[in-house]
């Protein structure tokens, strides 16, 4: 089947997600500017053990191939290993589900990454967003990148493996990439580089770290050169309007191929539109998470044929897609419209008459009762 055609084939949906993300908790010891979900606090509501086993069980009849675990911090759980496990090797002659989770690294020690080492079907994403801590630690807070590179050492002596490095790339770090990845290349990791959205946190921080276009066009030839090597979670289709498509797909999976789980159960259309407008339903509810997968409005309404909108008259629609959906929401523009970073600069005077005090808000915040401030301008 050709790429376009997939493409088509995708965006009507499918049985199963492909890649379903599982924010097990908001709990988080760090406060990153950027944060999609808000992390800091528990939530008192968070789904128990039982409800979570109950959870991979589902995913597992709806053969899903893997989850991505995150959160908050997910290793805050205590049943975090208990859940891993079951997930990797339910037992009685079940087929196992893969898991790779994203963390900040402070809690693996020697132990647990020997822990870790020991696991199958497991892979791990450690997240840092400078390659020295002046840069990383204004973003993440101080302390943290040495932290990260405690947990990729002690994943080195373990013998885990490749684990992933993983970057939200800012106007602060673009001209670190190389760098990055040669920080993976020296502990035999893989890089992978994702975009940033103005999700969560990152709704008062996008104006003053999303790259510049100048920057884009940065990312976008450094892929071209790169990108057999270096992972993007489909990230950066927005650019593909500059001519060579980027490995991956360029479309917005949204309730088509991809989902998150929050927390407390609630399921919504993709990681980075956390807000009521995209809640589909709970895995809490009658049928649990298939019968939200399968039957919510929301899914359906984003599986159908979509408007291409202010951009049907741009030759380069075909190859970016109009962009990200959650981008366009949270810097109040309308999702049939330009993404905020359309290398066209086709959103520019649409982003200069938006009222930023006016835009979306995600709907919870569970950050740690303390004002944030940013000190990267």
């Not at 959870?55 to 675990?69: A, C, G, K, P, S």
């Not at 030839?221 to 270096?230: H, I, S, T, Y």
């Not at 060579?244 to 407390?264: H, Q």
């Amino acid at each position: 089947m050709s790429a376009p055609a997939l493409v088509e084939e995708l965006k009507r949906g499918l049985d199963a997600p492909i890649c379903l993300t599982w924010e097990l908790t908001y709990a988080c010891n760090l406060q990153c500017v950027h944060c999609l979900s808000s992390s800091g606090r528990r939530d008192p509501r968070e789904l128990s053990t039982t409800e979570a086993k109950q959870v991979l069980d589902e995913l597992r009849d709806l053969q899903v191939f893997y989850i991505n675990i995150g959160g908050g911090e997910p290793m805050v759980r205590s049943d975090f290993f208990e859940l891993v496990e079951y997930a990797i090797n339910p037992g009685k002659g079940r087929t196992g589900i893969g898991v790779k989770f994203s963390t900040n690294g402070t809690y693996i020690d020697a132990a647990k990454a020997q822990r870790l080492a020991s696991m199958e079907y497991l892979d791990i994403q450690i997240s840092i967003d400078g390659i020295d801590a002046a840069t990383n630690d204004r973003v993440r807070g101080a302390g943290s990148y040495a932290m990260a590179r405690r947990a990729m050492d002690h994943l080195a002596s373990a013998g885990f493996g490749p684990f992933k490095i993983s970057v939200v790339v800012t106007r602060h770090n673009v001209d670190q990439l190389d760098e990055f990845k040669a920080l993976a290349d020296s502990y035999g990791a893989q890089l992978r580089i994702t975009r940033l959205r103005p999700s969560g946190r990152g709704a008062d921080t996008w104006h003053d770290l999303h790259p510049t276009n100048a920057q884009q066009r940065q990312i976008y030839n450094w892929l071209l050169a790169r990108g057999d090597a270096v992972l993007t979670g489909d990230s950066f289709f927005h650019l593909n309007a500059l001519g060579e498509s980027l490995p991956g797909l360029n479309m917005c999976g949204a309730g088509r191929v991809v989902c998150l789980i929050d927390p407390v159960g609630d399921v919504y259309a993709c990681p980075f539109v956390i807000h009521d407008q995209f809640k589909a339903g709970t895995v809490r509810g009658d049928g649990g998470f298939a019968e939200v997968w399968k039957h919510s409005e929301l899914f359906r309404s984003l599986r159908e044929p979509q408007s291409a909108g202010a951009c049907a008259s741009c030759g380069s629609y075909d190859a970016c897609q109009g962009g990200c959906m959650a981008a366009k929401f949270f810097t109040g523009l309308p999702l049939d419209g330009p993404d905020p970073e359309c290398v066209a600069g086709d959103a520019d005077s649409m982003l200069g008459a938006v009222r930023i005090e006016l835009t979306p808000r995600p709907s919870l915040d569970h950050s740690h009762r303390r004002t944030l401030s940013l000190t990267t301008r």
